[in-house]
């Protein structure tokens, strides 16, 4: 569902931005932690207070110095202010007002926007005296909240939604959604800025700058997708800082709610173990898949290059036969529109439905070209297949026992189907039942 007011949390670093956004929302979608700068890309998401409903926007911190991405992150928090109806502007009680503070003051008073201000970490009566140097910032009466306590959230909520009109209706979301998923640094930033047309998403040779999943809507043809950028994902072993743990389990996330993944590979490398360690939970959480070749305009090709590349991509992600191959080059934005005829292909068909009559045909002539051997001393017969349910399609097929179904049988049943109905781009699921 789409939320037309949207509140932007912003302030300076470790002031309990992320914090605050959680408490509001009611989970850890946004990643928290002592050191500043972990928030880095704007982060979205909706709660509800008082019966209305409105989207959240976290943001990295905003100061006066020359810290890693400091540029960046103030071009993230800019655009969440423009986005935003409302601007939470967060503080710290323990540290007084300080000249970041101001500098953000100066930043918001040409924005016209309704600015509320959260003195936060007041964790204590003895601290809510604190509050009154902020009224200097010029924004009305300060609210005095601890995040992580939940002291004083309930005001802030209140004042929020006193802000919002009467006619803010929540509209369906049905667009396509797209995790955009890979190993660290293969360009995955760069192919959503690509996509979106915008700096979405902060881009850097540094592995490891995106560490929360972002969601953005856009429209391509006529046609609406959502694309969540995610963190790179790396192998367990190779996850040593709290917030790389956080990382990898936000990308995850984004894989379990996305229609269609898209695998970012480098094209500049050969396929590694970790790219493969990547596919493997598109597998797992059994959604619609694209394998995006990234890097393409610095690789020496010729004709061929291309599917050589192909069907070595083949030949390692044999579990992804299905999905289709794009090479694109994100940084010059070349060959990006033909990954949008494989995205709307994947997720059709990550959604197709067969006819029973038509399914139990191919299952029939299936089984009469090819009877199953014996297995497991028996031998299996088939009665009949239905469809019950998509996203994947699966099928349950019953037997009159599936321990007498080898694996090979089964493949060679999904590779029947696959060869009767266009499955390009999803799995299917086949389920053996036993016959009462």
Known sequence: MALPFKVAIVGRPNVGKSSLFNRLIGSRLSITNDAPGVTRDRIYAKTEWLTKSFAVIDTGGIEISDAPFLEQIKQQAEVAIQEADLIVFVVDSRQGLTDDDLYIAKRLYPTDKDVIVAVNKVDNLDLKQSIYEFYALGFGDPIAISANHGIGVGELMDAIVAKMPEDNIEVEDDSIKLAVIGYPNVGKSSLTNAILGQER?????????????????????????????????????????????????????????????????DGSRDIIAQDMHVAGYVQDYAKASVVVVNKWDIVNKDEKTMNKMTQSIYDTFKFLSYAEVVFVSAKESKRIDTIYPAINKAFENYNKRIPTNVINDILVDSVAMNPPAIFNRGKAKFSY?????????????????????????????ENQFRKAFDFTGTPIKLIFRKKD
Do not use: M, W
């Open 201 to 265: 998403t902060i881009v850097s040779e540094v592995a490891g700058t995106t560490r929360d999943a972002v969601d953005t809507p856009f429209t391509k043809d006529d046609v609406k997708y959502t694309i969540i950028d995610t963190a790179g994902i790396k192998k367990r072993g190779q996850v040593y800082e709290s917030t790389e743990k956080y990382s990898v389990l936000r990308a995850l996330q984004a894989i379990e709610r996305c229609d269609v993944a898209l695998i970012v590979v």
């Open 385 to 413: 297949v239905t469809q019950v349910s998509t996203k994947p399609p699966t099928f349950v097929i019953f037997v009159n026992d599936p321990d007498f179904v080898h694996f090979s049988y089964q493949r060679y049943l």
